[in-house]
């Protein structure tokens, strides 16, 4: 039976990933969970490591003696302010995990490294990509692009699989769904404590993101999907050496999602939602790059000189709405009300949020090259969204909503 290294443990993927060895004990064996925190207990084949991925190969080595595994799922992130420190931080730590496997000698007895990346390899975070997005897609660098650790660590992970004996799978997630306490992108619980609290103030559950992305798509990603696909791809020999996109294999839109989230906190969208005034303006406007990624191919697909920027705009600006003192005292309310985590609202990721529901254009991502490998995995995004919550309330972060499922 092999063994599992799991690095970003707590994290929203990480735990996700830890979580799916773990109830696979008869599968495998021991399964080292690697984080500079512990934040929750493990079953017994899940033996928790801290390890500091920011210390040098050889601060690292010290910390990994005895942590042997056949397989690596990398799923630790440390986000930082710029493109920049992004790259040279992410990339650092993950060269340097790879060179103290090598020092303890743990790279020997390596098949298959998994590492997380995600949407941002098409350049999501830019404007609107090419769609739906296809794994064989050009990168969007060069000449005027900002840097992106996804590609730095790739070649991170190809150059250093050339000299050995293991090879290696990247999994391309977009906005995750799932359950993680204090970490740095979390969908789930910054809409359901939105949700809670607008039911709080006055039960109006406006959508605050773009009025335009309310009709387009998204492809999201359950966590506990991708820790089987991230299980899956590492054991199935042709998928060595390649890139998946995985997502659910549902396409969604808010104007699906949204009624149901309004029905399961007991709110309701107000009437002519996107007309109404909100008090003093509530509204942002971001530009995103000025070439857009899909720039990059307008010529070969018809579409030169025929291509949008997109935005980021908000009918309530969400970082804003965090910072109003009703809503805070709606917040304090619950929170006494029902004995919630007392971090829970300050960790919540507003300006992430804000980002998913206010993009001017739809992401929409492929899963034809999995399956066409013979994966079958697939997860509605309501179930998984609605699973989250509940999930959610079992952990004191949302208060219990007293209503009929959706
Ligand atoms: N969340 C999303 O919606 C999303 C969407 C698409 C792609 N992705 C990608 O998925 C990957 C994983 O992100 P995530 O969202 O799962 O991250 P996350 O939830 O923020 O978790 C980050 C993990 O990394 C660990 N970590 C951070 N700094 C560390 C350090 N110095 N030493 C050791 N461990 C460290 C954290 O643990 P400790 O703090 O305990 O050390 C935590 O377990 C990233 O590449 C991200 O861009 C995420």
Not at 126 to 153: A, C, H, I, T
Not at 266 to 276: D, K, L, M, V
């Amino acid at each position: 039976m092999p063994n599992a290294i799991v690095t970003g443990a707590t994290g929203i993927l990480g735990r996700g990933i830890v979580a799916a060895l773990g109830n696979n004990a008869k599968q495998w064996q021991t399964v080292y969970a690697l984080s500079r925190s512990q934040k929750e207990n493990f079953p017994p084949n899940v033996k928790t490591h801290l390890l500091d991925l920011t210390k040098d190969a050889h601060g690292m080595a010290k910390q990994l003696e005895g942590v042997q595994a056949e397989y690596v799922f990398f799923a630790a992130y440390l986000q930082k302010d710029t493109d920049q420190e992004n790259w040279d931080v992410n990339g650092a730590m993950l060269k340097n995990f790879l060179e103290a496997l090598e020092i303890t000698g743990a790279a020997k007895q390596l098949k298959r490294v998994i590492i997380t990346a995600g949407a941002k390899q098409y350049g999501l975070h830019l404007g609107p990509p090419k769609q739906p997005m296809e794994e064989s897609d050009p990168w969007v660098e060069g000449e005027g692009r900002p840097p992106n650790f996804y590609y730095y660590q790739q070649r991170i992970l190809a150059d250093k699989a050339k000299n050995a004996h293991w090879d290696w799978v990247v999994t391309y997630p977009n906005d995750v769904i799932g359950v993680a306490k204090g970490n740095f992108m979390n969908i789930a619980t910054s809409i359901g404590l939105y949700a809670a609290i607008s039911k709080e103030l006055d039960g109006n559950l406006v959508f605050p993101g773009s009025p335009t992305f309310y009709t387009m798509f998204d492809s999201f990603t359950y966590s506990p999907l991708h820790a089987d696909f991230n299980i899956w791809s590492a054991l199935e020999p042709n998928c060595g050496n390649q890139a998946f996109n995985i997502v659910n294999g549902d396409t969604e839109s808010w104007q699906n999602l949204w009624p149901k989230i309004a029905r399961r906190f007991g709110g309701h969208i107000p009437r002519n939602q996107f007309n109404i005034g909100l008090g003093e303006d509530p509204s942002s406007s971001v530009e995103l790059a000025e070439r857009p990624p899909i720039a990059d191919v307008a010529a070969q697909i018809g579409l030169e000189n025929n291509v949008q920027r997109g935005r980021v705009e908000q009918k309530c600006d969400l970082i804003k709405w965090s910072q109003r003192e009703d809503v805070q005292k709606a917040w304090e309310r619950l929170q006494e009300r029902d004995g919630l985590d007392k971090d829970a609202f300050a960790k919540a990721t507003w300006g992430f949020l804000g980002f998913v529901l206010g993009r001017t254009f739809s992401a929409v991502i492929s899963m034809s090259k999995a399956r066409r490998y013979g994966w079958t995995g697939y997860v509605d995004t309501w179930e998984a969204l609605s699973q989250c919550f509940d999930e959610l309330e079992r952990e004191k972060i949302l208060p219990k909503a007293k209503y009929s499922e959706a």
